[in-house]
Structure formats: C-alpha cells, structure tokens
C-alpha cells in the first residue's frame, strides 16, 4: 500500500489518490520574536474576502474582467503560433503509448486532436509492440460527455480480480470528474459490454465527492466519501471507510474504519495477492504522520506499531519500513531515509528485528521502490541523476541495475508481479531535458539483477532539434553556505554576456523531487525559440535561444527526508534563500541579469515565486505564479488547506503565525515598492488550492497601483488548470508568451 509502489495493478494498494501536494529584494526576515505572545493571532484587514466566493456573480465578473485585459495584451498571432505548437506535440500520435498490463491485455488511456477528452482501451502484447497497435476502445469520454451533457475528465480506473466473476477481466470502477477537480464520480463499468452498468441494474453509482473505491469482491466495495455531516476531516476528505454491498445505499452501509475530525483522511483497500488476502486501512493524520492497520478475521483494525513518522509498506509476507524522522528502534539510530524490512507476521507478533535494505549518505537517496514476484527495485537519486538497486527478499542483498545515466530520469517497475510466467519483468523508462523518452522491457534473474538486457521496445519522437544544446550542472552556495544544485539547458556555445532569456523553475515542499526529464513544449516554447537583441540603434539581427533551468532547492526530496525537513515550518525560508541563491549564481556567472531571468511555479512552487516576487524581486524580470497559495493567514479556511498544516504551519496558533507571515505573500506586498511583471493564472474547478488566493493576490497589488499585474483564470481543469490538451496548450503559451515577452522586453 506504499506510494512509492509504481505498480498500481489490482491487488496491489497505494495511498490515497488524494495525497498530491498542493500537481507548475531583501533576504526574508528570520521570524520574529515578541517578548510575550499573543493569545491569538491579529487577524490582518482583508478587503478581498468577497472573491472567496468562488461562483458569485460579483467575483466572476472580476474574473471576467481580468481574462478580457490578460487576453488583449497576450493573444496575438505569435502566441497562436506557441499555442498550436504545444498542442502539437500534447496531441502526437507518434507519443509512447504507456500501458498498464493485467491478465492479457495492456490498457492504456489516450488524448489527441481526434480525442480531447481521450479514450480508455486495450490491447495485446504482440500488438502492442508492433509499429501500428491495434486497439480496443472501452469508453470515449468524448462521445459520452456529449450524451450525457457533462465534460468528464479521466481520473481512473481500478479492474476487479477475474476469480471473483467468470474468471475474465471483466468489471471496472471508472473514476471521472466533472471538471478536472479532486471531487469524482465512480462508475460500475462492464468491460465486456463496454458500457456502465446501470444503478437499476446493480451497477454501483458513488456520486460525485472527493471518494476512493476498491473492489473487496464481485459484489462488495470498500469506499470512503462523503455520507453527510461527521463523514468528512476538516482538511475535505472523507473520514469513515463503509463496507457497501451491491444494491445497498452507501449511507445506510456500516462504517468498517474510520479517523478523527483533525486528521486528513480515512482509507481502506482489499489486498488480493494470492495466499496474502487481507484488507489493509490507514489513517492518514498529516502529510508525513499515519498509521497502517491489517484487519484481522472479525475485522478490528489491528496497528503495525511504529512511530507514526515511519512510512511502512506491506507486499506478501514482507513489512518495510521507511522513517521520515531518526528511528530509535531496538538500541540503534536509523536516519531518515533509510529502507528497514521485516517479516509482517514476525513483526505484529513480537519479533521486531528489522534488516537494513538501504542506507542514504549525503549524495543519495531513496525515492521509491516496486516488487516483482521475487524481487525488490529501489529507485534512488545520486546527485540528482537517476540510480537502480535490484534487492533479494529475504536475504536482502543488493546489486546496481544498469549504468547509471548521468543527468537522466530512469524508472524500473514490475510489469506484472503476478504473471505466473513474467512476474519478474520490469519496464524500464529513460529520459532526460534533451533526451525522448525510451521504454524497454527486460526480465530480472532470481538471485542476479543481470537477468535479461533491457530490450527497446517504443522511442518517444525529437519534438525539437536538441544538437546545438547541452545539459549542465551546477551548485549555487545559499545563505546559510549549502550548497544547492541546479540544472541549466541551453546552447552549447552560451554568451556569458547576461543577455540570455532565462527560466528558472523550482517547486521545494512535500519531499518532491525535480529530475531531469524531457518536454517538447518546453523545448519549442522556449528552448529553440529565438529573439533579435535591440538596442539604442534599433534592432540587432543576434539571434539567442532560452535557457531553462531547474533548481533543486532543499523542501524536496532530491536528497531524501532531511532535504525536505530543511525547510519545513518555521525553516521555510531556507527554500526561498536556496532559490534566490540559484537566481543570483546565474547572474554571476553572466548567464542572465535580473532583466532577463524569469521564473515560473504552480501550487508550492506558486507560493515559491509569490515569495520571489515580494521578497526578491530585484532577482527578476518576469514572474508566472500558477494555481498558488499565496494568503497564509487563511489557506486553512480554503479548499484542502488544513491538510498541508505539517508543511507549512498551522496560523491559527498565534506562534505559528508568527513566522508563517515572514512567507505569506500576501501580507508581504507593499504599495510602491518595485516589483516585476507577473502573471496569476488559475482554475475555477481548482478544489485543492482553489482560484481564490491569486484573484485575491492580484487584486490587491492593483489596488495598491501595480500596473504590471495580470491575472487569468480557466474555469474547468482543477489543480491541473486544464481538463484536455488544447486547455493545457493555451495556459502554457498564455505563461510562456508572458514571461518571454518581459525578459526581451517586448511586454507592452
């Protein structure tokens, strides 16, 4: 049930489909001390609050408003032109068709130019591999959103186990959502038939809520929704778990688990693995804090007693565990990060000696692991390029996978741990900033990781010419003396003359990692796009590409846990210092200048350059701040905001405010300082962070006479900002053709 599992076939359990983080000047002040705290917090003046209400006629015609002005400065042929180019390569069929193998069939889903909304289907293997598949398609989304009058966007689909019906794939629960938010609708749905099976005729119907649903058999489910008052957390997620029988009501079905009102969220799932059936739950209480249950026969929760820190994975007969914190357990340390198994049996009935899988050091990390029947894969980073171990249950020795791949993304995950034959075969996936994606497929040895060589099985297509560019590394120095690297993409033969057009990206929070990987849009939009310099004589034939940049600033998890904790809380700050660090090694290095340096974030990474743009904004030249939190005195009244308290701090504690407000943009802006151009972009749809927090941000910097505030808002999409490929196109070339227009200068 561990989210570092890549597998998701049935029988196979993963947390929380809900546990995404919140999906793209002076140093800040250290927090500050008062001699005695407050008994609460002063609740800052807020003329803004009528835009919370996201769907009220007043806020929406403010919205309006702003998505007339942003679309008249930015909607001009040349962003036509990014536009289309972007859509052409999100809507190329000659993309990797990924698939997901159970029992004999590959199933895939699929957007292009013909199926915007996309198409689930399936396949077989020798088809599959061939240079034309030939495919069956399940369910068109498109041709249904129009019968049923409602634009559904994908958001699943969890297959029942073929012993639990006539022994063929044959049910599915098809997740959907109206909008692209986090709240989804689940539907039976008949494989064989192709079509949904009708609540008149049995089918389970789970109305539209943030819900998770698994299969316990042909005729039982194990859900957790929304059933009516008590039924949710305070973060919006459910917090009870019912075991419904077909033709039953969920809200009439009995409550099998549940958690209290403050944590995040109640789930529970069936594990089918033959010989290890057992129904598993967890109690999500934050981000990085939860508790693992097994079931026992007369289904009492029984917990795996670990600290709540420890993240545990359970698979067969084997139990590992993962601490976020220092582990003290049976008279030794274990530091965060480190991999430990244990047999679960063993474990849950005294006996907790544990085995050491992995060990991290300050260069490499753990990022997730898959079993196979026999073997275990761990998925590590050493300096932010990709490495593969292959460990043996059981005697738990361990031996590199491959070559590791300088500057390059490799995944290695099981294709069916379950195949009687080929449980042991692993899809490994490489790719890089220059290089397409390439699948292979190869068969890892019992007791040797050489097995079979990876076979080439799909290469990606070149979606732009790559040849006159490299990829380079290198470490920025924070205030704190931590060195901090990044990765820089640009022309080979660079002009150290600061006149470059730079994009600088980051994300820094919930342990998430930026690795190298590759995007055509990236790639056509700014990479090979070029710009004649002018000057006082009037334009200059130079021509200069963009350069992209990704800094790996400490909240992510690039150097595991510690990495991560580094800047939690009241250590915020380290991750904007780390940011405007990598920012101002580029302008010392004479890659780019202030005025040439844009930078770019969603969700986190919102928050980040909302805090790039009001506590370093002598950095920049350009800011597109997307789907962002952005008021940190009132994200916990928003959306999912209480579920991200273990990140950032919780405001309503008067001490806790204290150093929150030291990063909430917000109530950091001032009127009459300077800042550069920046552009708000959000979703109406957008129930994990919510719209609300940049039409208030951007309203208020115009009220204060800001005039180089933009804003745009999309009204389906959820937290993604975009619900099919031509949405996504156009909120890319609306923040590409922003930033890239103010670093050349060409803005208004």
Known sequence: MSAHSQDQQPGHLTQPSHLTQPGHG?????????????????????????????????????????????????????????????????????????????????????????????????????????????WDVLLDLDELSAREGTPWVWAGSRLLRPQYTDGHWRRALISMTPDGGDARRVREFDLVDRAFVAPQDGGFDLPVAKTSASWVD??????????????????????????????????????????????????????????????????????????????????TPVPVRVPESVEVDIHKQWVLFRPQEPWQHNGQTHAPGTLLAAELEAFQNGNTDLEVVFEPDPHTSLQGWSWTADRLILRLLHNVSSATRVVTPGTWSTEDFGTQLQHQSTSVWAVDDEDPEHGNDVWVSTSGFLSPTTVMRATLSVGSAEGSQPRVLKQAPSFFDAHSLSVQQHWATSADGTRVPYYQVGPRDLVLDGRNPVLLSGYGGFEVSRTPAYSGVTGRSWLTRTFTN????????????????????????????????????????????????????LHDRGVSTPASLACSGGSNGGLLVGNMLVSHPDLFGAISCGVPLLDMRRYTKLSAGTSWIAEYGDPEDPAQWEFIRTFSPYHLVEAGADYPPVLFWTATSDDRVGPVQARKMAALMQEQGHRNVWFHETLEGGHAGAGDNKQAARSHALSTEFLWRAVTGTLV
């Open 534 to 585: 002018n000057n006082d004589d009037g334009p200059v034939a130079t021509h200069r590409t963009g350069i992209y940049v990704v800094a790996n600033i400490r909240g992510g998890g690039e150097f595991g846990p510690q990495w991560h904790r580094a800047a939690l809380q009241d250590k915020r700050h380290r991750a904007y210092e780390d940011f405007a660090a990598v920012a101002q090694d």
């Open 218 to 299: 042909a005729d039982t489910l194990l859900v957790a929704t929304e059933t009516g008052p008590g039924s949710l957390t305070a973060s919006s997620y459910p917090a009870q778990v019912r075991q419904v029988t077909r033709g039953s009501s969920v809200e009439e079905s009995p409550v099998v688990f549940d958690v209290p009102h403050h944590h995040i969220q109640a789930w529970a799932g069936r594990d089918h693995t033959p010989g290890f059936e057992r129904t598993l739950a967890l109690d999500v209480i934050d981000f990085f804090r939860s508790v693992t249950y097994v079931l026992d026969p007369e289904g």
């Open 26 to 134: 002076s140093q800040p002040s250290p927090p500050i001390q008062s001699g005695q705290p407050n008994t609460e917090p002063c609740e800052p003046q807020d003329n803004f609050l009528w835009l919370e209400a996201i769907h009220d006629s007043r806020a929406m015609d403010w919205v309006h408003d702003q998505n007339i002005r942003t679309e008249d400065l930015l909607v001009t042929p040349a962003l036509e032109k990014l536009e289309a180019d972007a859509l052409e390569v999100m809507d190329s069929t000659d993309k990797i068709p990924m698939v997901s193998k159970q029992g004999e069939f590959y199933y895939n889903f699929w957007r292009d130019a013909d199926h915007p909304r996309g198409i689930f289907r399936r396949t077989t293997w020798d088809s599959w591999i061939s240079d034309d598949p030939q």
